[in-house]
């Protein structure tokens, strides 16, 4: 369902109108075959052309393909099928039942939002790369150090420090054919902005995970990588959002272990 996850991801850096009209299509999907954009905007209460700027910054030529997109998304969903598919943890009265459930959903809306091309060429960076700089957020680093100890058992040459200024300073000794790895949280985080700053300076590739949104980290990275959030209570969102992140870097050595690392 990546056209409405993309929605739901994205819509805290929404704007007001970005953020009715995101609203309208997830409260109205089936409906929305029926609308023209002229049909959308007025019962939004918003002009024409913000529906086509808010397609188009989903990604989309215009309002015609996010309304295939969305359609695509509604049935490929099962909506309106004959029976439900089978799912597993259906133990509904176990919590670790409900956890499996949930892990399960934010597995699969992960895994959904990461585009193929960019995950080959992650693999293919860290596999290339003669040194590799793990640098992280506070939220991110027990993340950061896993994946940092499964790098160097694979026989990679990787680093990971938790202080903003060593960080720095690795970073301004890389070489360009080395790589640096950002995990973080929001992406925002203004010290890991300035460190792949300061690493692309040196002509070094820079791959992220981060949250899916718009933030500075992602953007200033050539390979991009997301973890799409939980709509859960704050406590549990954290726990579910580490497992994503994991199974993205589990993803990733398993994509090196078949290429023979």
Not at 30 to 57: I, T, W
Not at 95 to 100: E, K, R
Request: aromatic share 6%; proline share 2%; with cysteine.
């Amino acid at each position: 369902m990546t056209c409405l996850l993309k929605m739901r991801a994205m819509r805290d850096q929404m704007s007001v109108n970005e953020r009715k009209l995101a609203d309208f299509i997830l409260d109205n999907t089936q409906l929305l075959r029926d609308y023209s954009s002229s049909q959308l905007a007025e019962a939004v209460g918003v002009s024409q052309s913000s529906v086509v700027k808010f397609s188009q910054k989903l990604g989309y030529r215009g309002y015609p393909s996010l309304k295939l997109a969305v359609y695509e998304s509604y049935a490929g969903a099962g909506h309106g099928g004959s029976s439900e598919p089978s799912r597993p943890f259906s133990q509904a009265d176990s919590a670790l039942s409900l956890l499996g459930q949930k892990k399960l959903e934010i597995l699969e809306n992960t895994v959904s939002i990461n585009d193929d091309d960019q995950f080959s060429a992650a693999i293919d960076a860290i596999h290339a790369a003669r040194c590799i700089q793990v640098s992280a957020c506070p939220g991110s680093a027990a993340v950061a150090r896993y994946f940092t100890h499964q790098l160097l058992e694979l026989g990679c040459w990787a680093v990971y420090d938790e202080g903003g200024a060593l960080q720095g300073r690795i970073a301004d000794s890389l070489k360009d054919e080395d790589l640096l790895c950002i995990l973080c949280d929001f992406g925002g985080e203004e010290s890991l902005v300035d460190v792949a700053n300061r690493a692309r300076e040196q002509g070094v590739k820079v791959l992220s995970l981060t949250r899916y949104n718009y933030n500075a980290a992602s953007i200033n990275s050539d390979i991009r990588l997301y973890v799409v959030p939980s709509e859960d209570d704050e406590d549990l969102q954290r726990l579910l959002f580490r497992s994503a992140q994991l199974h993205v870097i589990e993803g990733l050595v398993s994509g090196l272990l078949r290429k023979g690392r």
